[in-house]
């Protein structure tokens, strides 16, 4: 996340620059019975209106040289990737742009959020609800010819049951039969994974749950080019090395070059199963929020992620050259805190609470981005059918009402001013991901509020594949990974399961959140087939995230793309990416 890359991969990390989208997916309607083929045609139930706004160029002439002269290549801007080409490791959004476009996933998202076939058919459910059958399309091929069959299938789901294997999926939480045999070593096969024949596999699962017609629907790698040297037990070994040169592909794209820091190369895929893309080449090329509106206006880039706030608005009109498409954003940003470990000065929640109350939130979205965001209170899209903030607290700016929580949590100011519990300082060392508009805004705001409380609030600047690093590095207790906050964004799926995230055992859980009232409410709506209901355990499970904060939640804003007029067929929503139709777009 999104949308239809590999699903189990259920949410995506993304540091905003411009916001740029995750746009990994998951499930929005129940799977049927009676091995009818799954539902996929009914519309999410938004709780807000999924409507795109276009604002059109002005002057088309305006068109700069560089893009004029440029006939059979687009040119797309993107923050720093982490160069992790292949659809099973990768969990950034901007690496997720890239392998949307190199491999095909079996199910993706329609623009209305509800499931449609991709390589396979949509699947057949048993009446149980256990078996899952999917049905490879006629004709499909990898990149170099061969064909795509259930191997590939059965191969992609070896490699992420292999106990080599590091990647973000939490797939085990399915509990496909026989998938711990695999992953122990005592079985050269998953019992729960059955080819029938070239075309056509079965997956079964010991418990039934709501999203799994999406969260079975893998994108597969192709097993006589990953395979070659694969031993189980081995799975990173043989396939990271392999990750900046995806040879074999089955995306509307191929791979053909990657520069670190500047770009990679694409060529179109004669062998896609929807056709030959019609423009000939694809880049994407490095920016940052210091250079792509520059790159926009010279016609070096085509089109970007851009952050719609006034002023940008304001400098993209005038252009004349460039259409504007946007739409309320399926994500989140948030401040995550440190929560590993018993030692963290997080760890009482009424210390989360503190900083939230004393956090000037409303003045940091507004220099940002205007009236294009809000200030949100759960860790949830105002457009998703689950959405429910009543009843939740609104954390509205208030130093006293902190400064009273920090001194019940035991936090005394000393002889300098600065908050002491322990004999230890109050300090936050907070990761800050430069260059960033919404750290830009957010960092100064912060000092001044904490400082208030008596806290010191140091950041420490670093690059976005940096900051991942330094995640993981105190995820696995590596020495000198410590932190204690950062900033990032959440891309999210029409499916609103978040037990990656907020699971204790979560995959993408980065900080350490732990609470086992959560993890009870995430196994009920994920066991619970009837919406309403699940409604309501999603509503019980946002008022506790409310109150037992793993983040500081700091805005639901405006999404968009800034689109050089040259570019025709551009097409987007809040659940399906770009990446999904690129095949069809042209250029003038």
Not at 62 to 85: M, S, Y
Not at 270 to 297: C, H, M, R, W
């Amino acid at each position: 996340m999104k949308r239809g890359k590999y699903f189990m991969n259920r949410k995506k990390l993304m540091a905003t620059m411009a916001g740029v989208m995750a746009l990994s997916v998951g499930l929005t309607a129940c799977g049927s019975s009676d091995d009818k083929t799954s539902d996929g045609n009914k519309p999410v139930d938004n709780n807000k209106e999924n409507k795109i706004q276009v604002v059109k160029a002005t002057n088309p002439d305006k068109l700069p040289d560089a893009a004029k002269n440029r006939k059979d290549t687009l040119v797309v801007g993107l923050q720093l990737p982490d160069g992790i080409f292949n659809p099973l490791y990768s969990d950034s959004a901007y690496d997720n742009q890239i392998n949307e476009t190199l491999f095909a996933p079996l199910l993706q998202y329609k623009a209305d959020g509800t499931l449609e076939a991709a390589l396979s058919e949509l699947p057949k459910i048993s009446e149980d609800k256990k078996t899952y059958t999917f049905k490879l399309k006629d004709g499909v091929k990898w990149s170099d010819g061969e064909p795509i069959t259930t191997d590939d299938i059965e191969f992609t789901y070896k490699i992420i049951a292999d106990k080599g294997y590091t990647g973000p999926s939490d797939m085990p939480t399915l509990d496909i039969v026989g998938w711990k045999d695999y992953n122990e070593g005592k079985s050269k096969e998953i019992s729960g994974v059955k080819k029938i024949d070239k075309q056509t596999i079965e997956v079964t699962v010991a418990n039934p749950k709501a999203p799994l017609e999406a969260y079975l629907a893998v994108t597969p790698i192709p097993a006589h080019y990953y395979g070659k040297n694969y031993t189980q037990g081995k799975a990173d070994e043989v396939l990271q090395p392999l990750h900046r040169k995806p040879e074999v592909t089955s995306g509307a794209y191929k791979f053909k070059s990657y520069t670190e820091g500047q770009e990679v190369v694409l060529t179109a895929n004669e062998n896609f199963y929807k056709g030959k893309a019609k423009i000939p080449n694809l880049i994407f090329k490095v920016v940052s929020k210091d250079t792509y509106l520059q790159l926009l206006q010279t016609g070096e880039i085509d089109m970007v992620n851009a952050t719609i706030k006034e002023e940008t608005m304001e400098q993209i009109a005038d252009m004349g050259f460039v259409d504007v498409h946007y739409w309320p954003n399926n994500g989140y940003g948030y401040m995550g805190f440190n929560l590993l470990g018993e030692n963290s000065k997080f760890k009482d929640p009424k210390v989360r609470q503190a900083l939230t109350y004393g956090l000037d939130r409303k003045t940091i979205v507004q220099n940002v981005y205007g009236p294009y965001a809000d200030p949100i209170n759960i860790p949830q899209s105002a457009l998703s059918w689950a959405f429910n903030d009543e009843g939740t607290e609104k954390y509205e700016f208030n130093t006293e009402k902190a400064a009273k929580l920090l001194e019940e949590a035991g936090w005394k100011k000393n002889s300098n001013g600065i908050l002491e519990k322990d004999g230890k300082e109050f300090e936050i060392r907070f990761l800050q991901t430069t260059p960033n508009e919404v750290n830009d805004a957010l960092v100064p705001v912060a000092i001044k509020n904490y400082e208030a409380l008596g806290i010191k609030f140091t950041p420490e600047q670093m690059d976005f594949p940096t900051l991942r690093k330094k995640l993981d590095d105190a995820k696995a207790g590596k020495a000198g990974a410590d932190y204690d906050m950062f900033f990032m964004a959440w891309g999210l799926n029409p499916e609103p399961d978040v037990t990656t995230i907020f699971s204790s055992k979560g995959t993408q859980n980065k900080n350490g959140y732990n609470n086992p009232k959560v993890d009870e409410l995430l196994s009920k709506g994920l066991n619970e087939f009837d919406l309403e209901k699940r409604k309501e355990i999603y509503h019980e499970m946002y008022k506790e995230l409310n109150s037992n904060l793993p983040y500081i939640y700091v805005y639901q804003r405006k999404d968009g793309w800034a689109v050089n007029s040259r570019v025709e067929g551009f097409t987007m929503s809040p659940y399906r990416n770009f990446t999904y139709d690129i095949q069809t777009f042209t250029l003038k």
